[in-house]
């Protein structure tokens, strides 16, 4: 039996190991608590525990704190455990994710001297972070480098992953991290006996709790090479376009492709390539060879004005967001990608179907009258938007549908659909997303001699265009009037677009936007 | 049926004498309820005591075998009033409930019950929660206790001292005649532990046999007898309270080593106030302390003979009372003052005035004390800076990085919850007629008040938005808005707002959320119920009802006089906000009522899951839908999140190298209520939702359908793959 350290513990005098336990709603925290309680009992100690739910029964975190306190044969004295955990004197603390991690950190609970730290490193989102315009998302790093700096040990890694891949939950990861990071004096069997005699879902169970213990145990051991620097989901917007180096460009396929791909070694700086090959496999996804032409032309002519500051940094930009505007989410394009190939198996293994499983795919569309007329000629398209009684006919066609992509009558119509692309560059949505485009793409080309930054926030200004609909109107006329402004103000500075940049982010009611427009 | 279970746990309340009785708080309470006798009890669920309720519940068989009589009460008001059974009768009674907020429901019967005293001891159980993540306001039951003369019980924390004050507070009662408060903080209805049980005792008189019934006319409220109430209040029935609690030993003293210094505490704070000596090296493991403490488990009233029996001969004596505005330390010090006792006291001076007394709170208090009473750094091992400094390690930078990224996390409507999409579709009526002043309420719907939705604009009450928006309903550009959830229409919302409302001819609109159950507390029942319906994605088969007394909330409100009445499935946000801007727009006069409903998803779940299990098992064609995102086709402006909050609606790193923003994803935890894809067609949003049914046992039909399907659709495939080389680089 491998029985685990106690050098924490004061060997003379019996003391409680304290233990925090934070975990969201329907993680298990409770039920992690209840296994703790008889992994003690079986071995003799006694276990007090208490919760605080928050508010939030529903979607907050619960703290758990535990006690426990070895019984001694001969002694019926109880001991006197507290019910609030103290700030400095907590030895293990467990979070089920990071971002609360960093609460347990600046809430005190955790002491170099003292505390064993147990995280799992995924994120789960909150609200705020989930509802930001573009990307609200954390940054794990600061809570790792603290998380690392302030605990006496920390062992991190992604706990829900490993759950999720055995189909289990992640209390029992966090219970096999507990028992792997040799803090408590109980042996490892005493553990695993407790989820094996829980008598629920014992054999998920188990094994994630062995490849969390193994886990722990590596990093414990420092055998694992990240044990510093765990590994954390981050979005880092920049990562695409720094990791230029290595970057080799594969070698076509095609005669056609061949041609293109030589023209982007030959007339453009290798920083740039990986980027640009990306956008030029999804133009040419989008529409044709023609179209991936034409996609080099523009990003030429940006590329002859660009000073070469930052490895090219302002043609890198613009052919990311010119790729992504080229591409816009039209009728045909969306209907392309509804019937994919690939799209039913990503869908089977996203929802788990088992092999075989017949499963429905409802989609769920609501077209506004512009979007129907987006994909008709641009005359036609435009006439009947303006006119009362045309208009009255499209939108016959447009609101609320369901369709099931898996049947083949939607399944051929969508393909129909996917095939006006064809005919894209007749009709007037194309005519519209060109003019807009084009509109950007000389903003960026004007202000570059003069002044190189303010060029490059008017391209950053590219990530502002998405969305479908309202959205995307709300958006591109954001960059449209970015680019009027930056046009009819000869001093305008790059903080002051990256100011109105910001703000277009802020809300999806303009608000803030038009603030700082009337500003100035 | 509630959230949490205790079908198990209960089974523990059978222990007899001598067994080792392992459990959490609030079973303890239960435990010594039954050991004591108690003939009846009732209460109304609310944190920190919902678990009471819910034990209480699940324990009726075990009740109803010792002939203990049990109702889930229709309010705080109606289980205070219970407690009337133990004004003449020799039937013990407990009650229970949330305070400071219950107290306040209950407070017409609870006067009246302190007024006229009682012959059997009655009790009520009330959970406080002085704590951060409280939802309540933090004010005292001990304000109530004095003004009421209601003796109040603070016990320790540990289940014996629990379980021994539940049956002491009843003896208590008797032998003052009076009502006792046995108060529990929220770490203590939580805290588990063991205590050694003795036998359940069966009440002398209830269920299994009836009282004689018996008549005193002077405990009735009217004059002359209140006026001698009054005075037995004060000639007889306090006096034999402190002198019950002074024989029994309900207070208690702990000796210590250093005479001269001493520390007052009430029951409930003794643990925290150990775990401080400890850490000053002023106590062991054990609890044996260096400095002499004084426990009052009674908390109210303070008893003067053993004030001056502690303090005597004390030169510094330091008072823990958690809460405020402080009571005991001015008793203390006119107690002191008029027995010439110059004993120095500390109190609110060494401690915060407000807050909940925490460990380090507590510990900070006490350092501070044994440096003012002149204990210099060398006898206590930590000094008031090295206190300070262990509140954190991290730096002040550090701190404001740390804050500067982790997210908030408000508290939210659950997964597929059905309050959802009724508030999608107020935020969508909002955006065009709006903005709205709302009056909210309490119940899961608070939660609309939080992030994403930002709707409503007071809380007044249980039960009391519309009451709330009859004074503004004059002065608002719109009609009037309430909100109210189903658990407060019958709490308190149907006679003190519908009935209101159509008496002063109220023209507003009463929004009613009928999930089916009091949800926010744990799910309990309540008296409607709310017809399962067909509409969400998933298409298991709502069992029908397990009750069949159901009210209907609608025919409440016809039967109150309301002309307008309309019931809309929250699911159907199109049908919701044509019937929200209906009610805004009609010009029809009168209280507009419309009942939003839909089932309590986390109770629909309990009982759906199991079902459905079932029937793949069995074999039967199961349909389980859930929703997904088209990663493709998401732009990352997470509009669809903005409307809805769901938890299962979340974002995940775009696959797409070009897209730096996250794509919105639906995890697997979604439950395929719909509200995603209703969205998309009522708030027109982008065309990446899909539904997916996942077909169990598949009938010949789907079967040879899904073949003709994937062979055709798999040789447009095939014949994509064979043209498609031409068009990649």
Redesign the interface.
Known sequence: MEKTGTDTLSKQ????INIILAA?G?EGGGVFTNWL?EVAEANNWL???????????????TIY?IEL?PTQAKDD?????????????IDIAVSSEI?ET??M????F???DKTTLISSSHR????????????G????S??VE?ANK?SRQFISFDMAELANKHNSVISSAMFGALAGANVLPFAKQSFSDVITNSGKMVATNLSVFEESYTQAQQIVAGDNPDRKTPQV?I?T?ET?AATTAGFCL?S???E??AL??ERLKCDFPVSTHE?I??????V??YQ?FAYATQYLDELSEVLALDTGAEQYKLTTITA?YL??WMSF?DIPR?AQ??V??T?MSE?RT????AEG????????????AEEICAILPRALGSAMLSNRWSRRLIELFA??K?LR????VV?LVL?TMGSFKHIRRYSLGYHHEMKLIRGWLYQIKEQVAANPQVALEIALCG?LV??????RER?SKQVSVICQNASANECISAEYIAKLRTAAMAD?TNEAFYTILTES | MA?RSFKKEVLKLHAGDGDTFQGEGILAITKGLLQSGVAYVGGYQG?PISHLMDVLNDAQDILGDLGVHFEASGSEATAAAMLSASINYNLRGAVTWKSTVGTNVASDALSNIASCGVTGGAIVIVGEDY?E???IMQERTYAFAMKAQMWLVDPR??L?SIVDMIEQSFQLSEASNTPVFYMMR???C????EFVAKNNVAPEFGTKNSVTPNREAEKIILPPHVYQQEQDKIAKRWPAAVDFIIKNKLNEFFPGKHKDLGIITLGGN???L??ALQ?QGL?????KTAIPIYVMNVAYPVVPEEMVEFCLGKKHVLLLEEGQPEYIEPAIHSILRKRDIQTKLYGKDLFPRAGEY???V??TGLTRFLEVAGYSNDKHSLSVDDVKK?????SDE??E???S??????????TGCPERPLFSAIKQVQKELGPFHISSDIG?HS?ATL??FNLGNTIMGYGLSLASSSSIRKALPHKAISIMGDGGFWHNGLSSGVVSAVFNKHDGILIIVNNGYSA?T?GQDIPSMVEPNNLIATTMDAASSERDDSVSIELACRGAGVKWVKTVSTYSIEEMKQTLTDSLNTAEPGLKVIIAEGECMLNRQRRIKPLMKNAIAKGKRTVRA?F?I?P??C?????C??IS?C?S???K?STD??????VSYVD??CVGCGV??DN???A????S????????N?SWL??SA?T??RS??GW??KY??WKR?????
């Open positions: 005098q019996p003391k409680t969201l329907g309680i276990c007090q525990s208490t919760s605080l739910a928050g508010v939030a029964q529903r979607t907050g975190a704190y306190f004295r109880k001991p006197v455990m507290s019910l609030f955990p103290s700030q400095g004197d971002a960093g609460r950190l600046q809430r005190g955790v002491t170099p789960v989102y909150g609200i705020t972070e989930k509802s930001d315009l573009a990307d998302t954390m940054d794990s600061t809570v603290l302030y989901e979005f917007p695409a594969p076509a396929t095609s056609k492709g293109l791909l980027l090959h990306q956008g030029l496999i999804r040419l996804d044709d990311r790729a992504l989410e969306v990608l509804k994919r190939a799209r869908i996203e929802v788990k179907a499983q017949i499963i429905h795919v409802t989609e769920f569309f609501r077209p506004r609101g609320g369901k992509t898996d049947s083949l399944y393909r990530r998405k969305g479908y609909g309202g959205t958006t999806d | 959230e944190s704590g993540g409280s939802s924390p540990n014996t929220v770490r203590g939580h805290v588990t532990g003794y643990n925290t150990i775990r850490r106590a062991d493991s054990f609890g925490t460990a380090q507590t510990l262990l509140s954190s390690p991290l550090e701190h990085r740390l804050l990224v982790v997210p908030a996390r408000p508290s939210g409507l659950c899961c939660f992030a994403p926010a744990g859930r997904y088209d493709k086709t732009t990352g402006d997470h509009a999140i903005r909050g938890p609606l979340t974002i790193p190298s070009l897209r730096e923003d996250p697997n935890s995603c894809g998309v067609h009522s027109v949003l982008c065309p939702f899909s539904k997916i049914d996942l077909i169990h598949p789907d079967l899904s003709v399907r055709v659709i447009f495939e994509d793959a080389p031409g068009q990649i680089l």
